[in-house]
Protein backbone atom coordinates (compact mmCIF):
# COMPACT_ATOMS: atom_id res chain seq x y z
CA UNK A 1 0.00 0.00 0.00
CA UNK A 2 0.64 3.53 -0.71
CA UNK A 3 0.44 6.43 1.91
CA UNK A 4 -0.13 9.67 0.18
CA UNK A 5 0.65 12.46 2.98
CA UNK A 6 2.24 15.64 4.53
CA UNK A 7 4.25 15.43 7.87
CA UNK A 8 2.22 18.33 9.73
CA UNK A 9 -1.47 17.72 7.83
CA UNK A 10 -3.44 16.74 10.98
CA UNK A 11 -5.40 14.16 9.10
CA UNK A 12 -2.16 12.43 7.79
CA UNK A 13 -0.90 12.14 11.03
CA UNK A 14 -4.21 10.62 12.82
CA UNK A 15 -3.97 7.83 9.80
CA UNK A 16 -0.23 7.22 10.28
CA UNK A 17 -1.41 6.46 13.98
CA UNK A 18 -4.29 4.23 12.55
CA UNK A 19 -2.12 3.01 10.71
CA UNK A 20 0.57 2.32 13.72
CA UNK A 21 -1.86 1.03 16.21
CA UNK A 22 -3.54 -1.57 13.42
CA UNK A 23 0.45 -3.08 12.48
CA UNK A 24 -0.19 -2.67 9.15
CA UNK A 25 2.81 -0.60 6.80
CA UNK A 26 2.15 1.34 4.06
CA UNK A 27 4.82 3.35 2.03
CA UNK A 28 5.57 6.85 3.12
CA UNK A 29 4.42 9.34 -0.44
CA UNK A 30 4.95 12.90 0.21
CA UNK A 31 3.09 15.41 -1.16
CA UNK A 32 4.74 18.74 -0.35
CA UNK A 33 1.51 21.27 0.29
CA UNK A 34 4.16 24.30 1.26
CA UNK A 35 4.79 23.80 -2.86
CA UNK A 36 1.14 23.21 -3.63
CA UNK A 37 2.05 19.86 -4.70
CA UNK A 38 -1.23 18.43 -3.12
CA UNK A 39 -2.57 20.68 -6.78
CA UNK A 40 -0.50 19.18 -9.07
CA UNK A 41 -1.66 16.41 -11.61
CA UNK A 42 0.83 13.73 -9.99
CA UNK A 43 -1.57 13.62 -7.09
CA UNK A 44 -5.01 14.96 -8.30
CA UNK A 45 -5.02 12.23 -10.45
CA UNK A 46 -4.72 10.09 -7.38
CA UNK A 47 -7.18 11.86 -5.73
CA UNK A 48 -9.05 14.57 -7.42
CA UNK A 49 -10.09 16.21 -4.44
CA UNK A 50 -6.32 17.29 -4.20
CA UNK A 51 -6.19 16.50 -0.18
CA UNK A 52 -4.36 14.35 1.85
CA UNK A 53 -4.47 11.80 2.80
CA UNK A 54 -5.05 9.43 0.51
CA UNK A 55 -4.61 5.50 0.67
CA UNK A 56 -3.45 3.27 -2.73
CA UNK A 57 -4.21 -0.24 -1.58
CA UNK A 58 -2.09 -2.90 -3.25
CA UNK A 59 -5.40 -3.49 -5.79
CA UNK A 60 -4.75 -0.05 -6.98
CA UNK A 61 -7.50 1.11 -5.75
CA UNK A 62 -7.48 4.60 -3.83
CA UNK A 63 -8.87 5.60 -0.52
CA UNK A 64 -9.70 9.15 0.21
CA UNK A 65 -11.19 10.86 3.53
CA UNK A 66 -9.38 10.05 6.67
CA UNK A 67 -12.64 9.18 8.27
CA UNK A 68 -13.50 6.40 5.60
CA UNK A 69 -10.00 5.46 5.29
CA UNK A 70 -9.84 4.49 9.07
CA UNK A 71 -13.18 2.92 8.96
CA UNK A 72 -11.72 0.60 6.42
CA UNK A 73 -9.37 -0.49 8.67
CA UNK A 74 -11.10 -1.10 11.26
CA UNK A 75 -13.39 -3.47 9.53
CA UNK A 76 -10.30 -5.06 7.60
CA UNK A 77 -7.96 -5.12 10.46
CA UNK A 78 -10.22 -5.70 13.29
CA UNK A 79 -7.39 -6.47 15.54
CA UNK A 80 -6.87 -4.66 17.55
CA UNK A 81 -9.82 -2.33 17.83
CA UNK A 82 -10.12 1.24 17.67
CA UNK A 83 -13.53 0.88 19.10
CA UNK A 84 -15.12 -0.26 22.90
CA UNK A 85 -17.38 -3.20 22.94
CA UNK A 86 -20.88 -1.89 23.21
CA UNK A 87 -23.27 0.34 20.59
CA UNK A 88 -23.10 2.87 23.01
CA UNK A 89 -19.70 3.34 24.08
CA UNK A 90 -19.05 3.36 20.71
CA UNK A 91 -21.09 5.80 20.10
CA UNK A 92 -19.18 8.09 22.60
CA UNK A 93 -16.15 7.47 21.10
CA UNK A 94 -17.08 8.25 18.10
CA UNK A 95 -18.32 11.19 19.25
CA UNK A 96 -15.67 12.39 20.45
CA UNK A 97 -13.85 11.78 16.96
CA UNK A 98 -16.55 13.40 15.04
CA UNK A 99 -16.30 16.79 17.90
CA UNK A 100 -12.59 17.00 16.46
CA UNK A 101 -12.87 15.85 13.16
CA UNK A 102 -15.92 17.95 12.00
CA UNK A 103 -16.28 20.49 14.47
CA UNK A 104 -12.24 21.58 15.25
CA UNK A 105 -10.22 20.50 12.46
CA UNK A 106 -11.77 21.53 9.28
CA UNK A 107 -12.35 25.17 10.25
CA UNK A 108 -8.16 25.38 11.18
CA UNK A 109 -7.45 23.34 7.86
CA UNK A 110 -4.91 24.83 5.78
CA UNK A 111 -6.51 26.17 3.06
CA UNK A 112 -8.85 27.62 5.01
CA UNK A 113 -6.25 29.80 6.64
CA UNK A 114 -5.07 30.48 3.13
CA UNK A 115 -8.06 31.58 1.99
CA UNK A 116 -7.98 34.18 5.57
CA UNK A 117 -4.18 34.69 4.36
CA UNK A 118 -4.91 35.25 0.48
CA UNK A 119 -8.75 37.01 0.38
CA UNK A 120 -8.49 38.83 3.81
CA UNK A 121 -5.13 39.71 4.19
CA UNK A 122 -5.00 37.68 7.59
CA UNK A 123 -1.71 37.67 9.18
CA UNK A 124 -0.76 35.24 11.78
CA UNK A 125 -1.64 37.75 14.51
CA UNK A 126 -4.76 37.32 13.22
CA UNK A 127 -4.90 33.24 12.01
CA UNK A 128 -3.30 32.23 15.64
CA UNK A 129 -6.97 33.69 17.52
CA UNK A 130 -9.08 32.19 14.66
CA UNK A 131 -7.70 28.86 15.42
CA UNK A 132 -7.42 29.41 19.06
CA UNK A 133 -11.10 30.19 19.07
CA UNK A 134 -12.63 26.79 17.86
CA UNK A 135 -9.92 24.79 19.18
CA UNK A 136 -10.86 26.24 22.88
CA UNK A 137 -14.08 25.91 22.05
CA UNK A 138 -13.83 22.33 21.08
CA UNK A 139 -11.20 21.35 23.72
CA UNK A 140 -13.68 22.87 26.56
CA UNK A 141 -16.22 20.90 25.20
CA UNK A 142 -14.23 17.56 24.67
CA UNK A 143 -13.10 17.80 28.50
CA UNK A 144 -16.42 18.30 29.79
CA UNK A 145 -17.47 15.12 27.79
CA UNK A 146 -14.56 12.50 29.21
CA UNK A 147 -15.64 14.40 33.04
CA UNK A 148 -19.05 13.39 32.12
CA UNK A 149 -18.03 9.91 30.65
CA UNK A 150 -16.09 9.38 34.28
CA UNK A 151 -12.88 8.94 32.29
CA UNK A 152 -10.55 8.11 34.70
CA UNK A 153 -7.83 5.95 32.60
CA UNK A 154 -5.10 6.85 30.05
CA UNK A 155 -6.98 7.35 27.33
CA UNK A 156 -10.30 9.08 26.18
CA UNK A 157 -12.21 5.52 26.93
CA UNK A 158 -11.15 2.92 28.79
CA UNK A 159 -7.76 1.17 29.01
CA UNK A 160 -6.24 1.31 25.41
CA UNK A 161 -6.39 3.75 22.69
CA UNK A 162 -9.34 4.18 20.88
CA UNK A 163 -9.99 6.25 18.16
CA UNK A 164 -10.91 9.40 19.88
CA UNK A 165 -7.45 9.42 20.92
CA UNK A 166 -6.25 8.84 16.97
CA UNK A 167 -8.15 11.92 16.30
CA UNK A 168 -7.40 14.03 19.32
CA UNK A 169 -3.71 13.79 19.34
CA UNK A 170 -3.12 15.11 16.45
CA UNK A 171 -5.48 17.96 17.03
CA UNK A 172 -3.24 18.81 20.34
CA UNK A 173 0.15 18.94 18.33
CA UNK A 174 -2.07 21.82 16.42
CA UNK A 175 -2.92 23.18 19.16
CA UNK A 176 0.34 24.03 20.26
CA UNK A 177 1.22 25.20 16.81
CA UNK A 178 -1.29 27.77 16.90
CA UNK A 179 0.08 29.12 20.31
CA UNK A 180 -2.68 27.46 22.74
CA UNK A 181 -2.00 26.32 26.12
CA UNK A 182 -3.08 22.99 26.21
CA UNK A 183 -2.43 22.51 29.67
CA UNK A 184 -5.69 24.39 30.52
CA UNK A 185 -7.46 20.81 29.67
CA UNK A 186 -5.74 18.57 32.12
CA UNK A 187 -7.83 15.74 31.24
CA UNK A 188 -6.81 16.17 27.55
CA UNK A 189 -2.77 17.44 28.58
CA UNK A 190 -2.77 13.60 30.80
CA UNK A 191 -4.14 11.46 27.49
CA UNK A 192 -1.98 13.22 25.24
CA UNK A 193 1.07 12.42 27.77
CA UNK A 194 0.29 9.11 27.92
CA UNK A 195 -0.59 8.65 24.12
CA UNK A 196 3.15 9.67 23.37
CA UNK A 197 4.64 7.03 25.19
CA UNK A 198 3.20 4.39 22.61
CA UNK A 199 5.01 3.64 19.74
CA UNK A 200 2.31 3.96 17.46
CA UNK A 201 1.61 7.66 18.38
CA UNK A 202 5.63 8.78 18.53
CA UNK A 203 6.34 7.01 15.27
CA UNK A 204 3.80 9.24 13.56
CA UNK A 205 5.01 12.37 15.07
CA UNK A 206 4.96 15.20 12.58
CA UNK A 207 8.38 15.73 13.71
CA UNK A 208 9.57 12.32 12.99
CA UNK A 209 8.57 11.62 9.04
CA UNK A 210 10.96 11.43 5.65
CA UNK A 211 9.49 15.20 4.94
CA UNK A 212 9.75 16.43 7.96
CA UNK A 213 12.04 19.56 7.78
CA UNK A 214 16.02 19.15 8.88
Same mark, same amino acid.
Given at each position: ?????????? #?????????????????YIP????????????? =?????????????????????????????????????????? @??????????????????IHP???? &????????????????????????? =???????????????? @?????????? #?????????????? &???????? &???????????????????????????? @???
Amino acid at each position: MKHYNYFRSG #TSHRLRIALNLKGVSAEYIPVDLRAEAHLQSDF =TTVNPQGLVPALVLDSGEVLTQSPAIIEWLEERYPEPSLLPD @TPEARAHVRALAALVGCDIHPVNNR &RILEYLRHQFGANEDAINPWCGHWI =TAGFDAYEALLAQHGQ @TGPYSWGDSP #TLADVYLVPQVESA &RRFKVDVS &RWPRISAIDAACAKLPAFAQASPWTQPD @TPA
